[in-house]
């Protein structure tokens, strides 16, 4: 019996997505209209479930997940407070910089 004794490193990064606290985080529960990843800024479609943003031209942002969720869950989402931009979970064709203004407006501000 043969045992591996070579030195192994391990080591944890936390992935953070909430940038600060200096803007009160304020959070809502909605259904998820579709499967949502933990950091996907959403909308409501017009059933009043939630939806990945798939689009920059996409108006009415909502807010941004706080977690993975299946279609039909109730999604937590974070309505206010400050993210980092690179944590999102955007989809594709979809950036940062351009829902920047739109975020703003509702109290998400991306760092």
Known sequence: MS?????????????????GTDICVTTAIK???ADLKAGA???LDASGKVAPVTS???TGLYGITTEDF???????IYLTGEF??????LEKGV????????FRNIGI???
Do not use: I, Q
């Open 3 to 19: 045992m591996n004794l070579t030195p192994e490193k391990f080591s944890c990064e936390p992935e953070y997505l909430l940038a």
């Open 31 to 33: 259904a998820a209209a």
């Open 41 to 43: 800024p959403v909308k």
């Open 56 to 58: 920059e031209e996409d």
């Open 70 to 76: 299946k279609s039909g869950e109730d999604a937590v």
């Open 84 to 89: 980092f931009a690179d944590r999102l979970a």
């Open 95 to 102: 950036t940062a910089d351009k829902l920047e203004v739109a």
């Open 109 to 111: 501000f991306l760092k």
